[in-house]
């Protein structure tokens, strides 16, 4: 049929459109320098936050999905891991201090980028060693989970 070849064509050149301006979207925010601020989850983070940083890079990660910005911080800083009652039961499993200076960070709501200079509300994943992103694939659960976060661009100045 002539109007389901239209349609087709259409749906396609629509996902090929967002899909462009999803990367634009993605290499714009690329450097943008951003407010990491405290929302919830972890008591211990909230005297650690808030930090600004630039986003350095952007990442899909094989069990969490796409969209996560890898961000580089202006002040590094320690984090005292303890671990949780199911940590613990891995016999790897042990409490260590952290040196942070990057964070990874991914809206926490559906179909809400953190490109907007409104605060959104983010997961926070501590990146202690930045190689992890030499490798092919990269799993988010290789990172400390620490906190869900708010973050808005920084006004420029």
């Known amino acids: 049929m002539p109007g389901t070849a239209w349609a087709n064509a259409f749906l396609s050149a629509r996902a090929l459109c967002y899909s462009v301006a999803s990367a634009?979207?993605?290499?714009?925010?690329?450097?943008?320098?951003?407010?990491?601020?405290?929302?919830?989850?972890?008591?211990?983070?909230?005297?650690?936050?808030?930090?600004?940083?630039?986003?350095?890079?952007?990442?899909?990660?094989?069990?969490?999905?796409?969209?996560?910005?890898?961000?580089?911080?202006?002040?590094?800083?320690?984090?005292?891991?303890?671990?949780?009652?199911?940590?613990?039961?891995?016999?790897?499993?042990?409490?260590?201090?952290?040196?942070?200076a990057h964070v990874l960070i991914k809206s926490r709501w559906q179909g809400v980028s953190i490109q907007s200079v409104e605060p959104t509300s983010v997961f926070v994943l501590l990146v202690p060693d930045i190689s992890v992103f030499d490798e092919e694939t990269f799993y988010a659960k290789q990172l400390v989970f620490v906190c869900w976060g708010m973050v808005n661009k920084a006004l420029q100045k």
């Open 24 to 100: 634009i979207l993605t290499i714009i925010m690329i450097g943008e320098q951003i407010i990491l601020r405290y929302f919830d989850q972890n008591l211990q983070m909230e005297s650690i936050l808030p930090r600004s940083g630039r986003v350095v890079r952007i990442v899909a990660s094989e069990d969490w999905g796409d969209d996560w910005h890898l961000v580089k911080l202006d002040e590094p800083f320690s984090y005292l891991f303890e671990p949780t009652k199911q940590d613990e039961e891995a016999e790897t499993a042990c409490r260590e201090r952290l040196d942070v």
